[in-house]
């Protein structure tokens, strides 16, 4: 009876150790947490980007790009990228083409419309196009549906009147500059 | 005769003595004695906490609220895909490929250990919530889920400043909405 009893407690003991080993085996642990936030906004934004065939634009990427036409004139060379597409008795075009690319994120849109005004009066004797739409002072539609996330090609004509400065014709061998405003909005 | 009165007298004024002594001075007779077992078991341990990096302040180092605990906040701000727009300027924003963009921060994770022969730890994280779709949380490029802790790293020592960095990739058909996870990191000790 003595020694039963002993073999229990001897039992009893081996099951305790087995039990507690895996506790101590258990490598120790830490934790701690970083509680992260970012507030994802919607917009819209729009760049101008050099088209291949184009000239070269200053700033490219951004949404403050120059272009510079150089020196043009009805029957002299152009600079690279720039093109005369028409010379009549009363005036010549001259041509560039540029890129626009709209970019979105979390709107629900799939296109969007692009828009141009002039944002001062011309100098006297030019007119601008773009994709054969005559600038204003007002704001006038280019695209109606365009894609996102692309490169979209834009013709920029440039017509300039034949006729002499102080005759309806612009001043000569002065930089002009002019400046044009384009809104994306989202459709 | 006389001599031995005087001793009895000089006995019982002694005796008498020691008895005024003793109930003078809270003296008992009765005495007890105890011993106070004192039993415990040392356990290693480890601890983790978040500090902000030496860098922090500048672009992709923004500080963490409460550092120096196992309980930080890290604000990335608002931004948007467009117009690479990011309010905040520690930051570090980009895209990434076409149609994501990326905000990060990095910061410092610190595991000390205590009682411990262990010579290194291996780090973990999990991200608490599902994130919405095309929403990634990353560490040091490694993305995060909600469902199991993902391994950082298998051998990181301890007492040495580990800098992890946070990323969060937001797509850019994600509608506007604030985003936010609690992040646990588990140091287990090799």
């Known amino acids: 009876m003595k020694k039963h009893s002993a073999q229990i407690r001897i039992i009893l003991?081996?099951?305790?150790?087995?039990?507690?080993?895996?506790?101590?085996?258990?490598?120790?642990?830490?934790?701690?947490?970083?509680?992260?936030?970012?507030?994802?906004?919607?917009?819209?934004?729009l760049i101008f980007d050099t088209d291949p065939g184009g000239v070269t634009l200053g700033a490219a990427g951004t949404?403050?790009?120059?272009?510079?036409?150089?020196?043009?004139?009805?029957?002299?060379?152009?600079?690279?990228?720039?093109?005369r597409t028409s010379v009549t008795a009363v005036n010549y075009t001259v041509r560039t083409v540029f890129d626009v690319q709209v970019i979105q994120g979390g709107l629900n849109s799939n296109t969007y419309t692009l828009s141009a005004q002039l944002a001062s009066a011309l100098p006297t004797g030019f007119s601008f196009k773009i994709d054969g739409v005559t600038l204003?002072?007002?704001a006038s539609n280019?695209?109606?549906?365009?894609?996102?996330?692309?490169?979209?090609?834009?013709?920029?004509?440039?017509?300039?009147?034949?006729?002499?400065?102080?005759?309806?014709?612009?001043?000569?061998?002065?930089?002009?500059s002019t400046v044009i405003n384009f809104q994306a909005s989202a459709n | 005769m006389k001599v031995s009165s005087i001793n009895g007298l000089v006995l019982r004024t002694a005796a008498l003595a020691l008895l005024m002594l003793a109930a003078a001075s809270g003296v008992s007779a009765q005495?007890?004695?105890?011993?106070?077992?004192?039993?415990?078991?040392?356990?290693?341990?480890?601890?983790?906490?978040?500090?902000?990096?030496?860098?922090?302040?500048?672009v992709g180092f923004c500080p963490?609220?409460?550092?120096?605990?196992?309980?930080?906040?890290?604000?990335?701000?608002?931004?948007?895909?467009?117009?690479?727009?990011?309010?905040?300027?520690?930051?570090?924003?980009a895209h990434v490929g076409a149609s994501f963009y990326q905000v990060s921060s990095a910061f410092d994770v610190l595991v000390t250990k205590s009682n411990s022969s262990s010579p290194s730890y291996r780090l973990a994280a999990q991200i608490s919530t599902a994130p919405p779709a095309n929403v990634v949380w990353l560490i040091n490029n490694i993305p995060l889920n909600n469902v199991a802790f993902t391994t950082l790293d298998l051998l990181d020592s301890y007492g040495r400043p580990v800098t992890k960095t946070l990323q969060v990739q937001v797509r850019n058909n994600v509608p506007a909405q604030l985003l936010q996870e609690t992040i646990t990191f588990l140091a287990t000790a090799n």
């Not at chain 1, 506790?23 to 936030?37: D, E, K, L, M, R």
């Not at chain 1, 120059?66 to 009805?74: E, M, P």
């Not at chain 2, 550092?67 to 906040?73: F, Q, R």
């Open chain 1, 13 to 45: 003991a081996l099951m305790a150790l087995l039990c507690a080993s895996p506790v101590f085996a258990q490598n120790p642990t830490a934790t701690g947490v970083i509680n992260g936030t970012l507030i994802n906004k919607n917009g819209i934004a």
């Open chain 2, 31 to 58: 005495a007890s004695s105890a011993q106070l077992s004192i039993n415990l078991t040392v356990q290693s341990s480890i601890s983790l906490v978040f500090n902000d990096n030496p860098n922090v302040g500048s």
């Open chain 1, 142 to 176: 280019i695209q109606t549906n365009a894609a996102y996330n692309v490169d979209v090609p834009h013709n920029l004509d440039l017509t300039v009147s034949t006729a002499a400065p102080g005759a309806g014709g612009p001043a000569v061998g002065t930089p002009l």
């Open chain 1, 63 to 83: 949404s403050a790009a120059t272009l510079d036409f150089g020196a043009i004139s009805a029957f002299g060379p152009l600079a690279p990228g720039v093109t």
């Open chain 1, 136 to 138: 204003a002072n007002g």
């Open chain 2, 64 to 93: 963490l609220t409460n550092p120096g605990t196992n309980n930080v906040g890290l604000d990335l701000g608002s931004a948007s895909f467009p117009g690479n727009f990011h309010s905040s300027t520690c930051v570090d924003y």
